[in-house]
């Protein structure tokens, strides 16, 4: 075998691992908890994608608290351009 061959299935191989990995990144979902909601005895949550997650640690939207993510801020509320937190 050529050694072009070897790195075009080297490449094709490593191209479908990223698009398996992009797929499953694009599925995942997240639990998100509402603070306010808790204090009543409810737990109520928001489920939300891998990239909103993303936006909202960025900002400090969501804080872990032991095995649970919290949002900090409102969810209801119409979503648009936010303060920057520093």
Do not use: H, N
């Not at 191209?15 to 398996?20: F, G, I």
């Not at 990144?25 to 737990?43: C, N």
Request: proline share 2%.
């Amino acid at each position: 075998m050529r050694r072009v061959t070897k790195e075009r299935i080297a490449a094709a191989f490593l191209l479908s691992v990223a698009a398996l990995l992009l797929a499953v990144g694009a599925l995942r979902t997240y639990k998100v908890y509402d603070d306010s909601t808790e204090e009543f005895g409810l737990l109520s949550f928001t489920r939300i994608s891998d990239a909103e997650l993303v936006v909202d640690a960025t900002f400090s939207g969501v804080e872990q608290r032991g095995e649970r993510l919290y949002s900090t801020y409102d969810r209801s509320e119409p979503r648009g351009r936010r303060a920057c937190p520093t």
